[in-house]
């Protein structure tokens, strides 16, 4: 046998070994750690424990929104009036309307909570809401 055949016979004993060993440790490493949640590191834990905070403190957040753009008067084009709906996940917030006639606009303001008003809505109004509210996953 000349030398590259021992060479490459002992590379591949060796090869060998470094791949049953590798398997023994990755079978150790399972059954110290185990396989639930018990099994993460502990930074792991707590990362989910910043994550849980931040849903918490941001849920009444007004991250819910939608904008309805229309023509509140038949003679005017250009879709210049609004609806702006901007809601909490509760559905808690506030609707803002800009009415654009020839020579004023008019704004209001309408409060919101669990998804609707004391308060009469316009259709626009009641459209931006339902634009805004999260669809269930």
């Given at each position: 046998?000349?030398?590259?055949?021992?060479?490459?016979?002992?590379?591949?004993?060796?090869?060998?070994?470094?791949?049953?060993?590798?398997?023994v440790g990755?079978?150790?490493?399972?059954?110290?750690?185990?396989?639930?949640?018990?099994?993460?590191?502990?930074?792991?834990?707590?990362?989910?424990?910043?994550?849980?905070?931040?849903?918490?403190?941001?849920?009444?957040?007004?991250?819910?929104?939608?904008?309805?753009?229309?023509?509140?008067?038949?003679?005017?084009?250009?879709?210049?009036?609004?609806?702006?709906?901007?809601?909490?996940?509760?559905?808690?917030?506030?609707?803002?309307?800009?009415?654009?006639?020839?020579?004023?606009?008019?704004?209001?303001?309408?409060?919101i909570a669990?998804?609707?008003?004391?308060?009469?809505?316009?259709?626009?109004?009641?459209?931006?809401?339902?634009?805004a509210r999260?669809?269930?996953?």
């Amino acid at each position: 046998m000349s030398i590259v055949s021992v060479l490459a016979a002992l590379a591949l004993v060796v090869a060998v070994l470094a791949l049953v060993l590798a398997v023994v440790g990755l079978r150790r490493t399972r059954r110290t750690r185990g396989t639930g949640a018990e099994a993460l590191p502990e930074d792991v834990r707590g990362l989910r424990q910043e994550v849980a905070a931040l849903k918490r403190e941001t849920g009444d957040a007004l991250r819910h929104l939608a904008v309805v753009r229309y023509d509140a008067f038949g003679d005017m084009g250009g879709h210049l009036s609004w609806s702006l709906a901007l809601l909490d996940d509760g559905g808690n917030g506030v609707v803002m309307t800009s009415i654009h006639g020839r020579s004023e606009a008019r704004t209001y303001a309408k409060n919101i909570a669990t998804w609707s008003c004391e308060q009469q809505l316009s259709p626009e109004e009641e459209e931006a809401i339902t634009h805004a509210r999260p669809t269930p996953r």
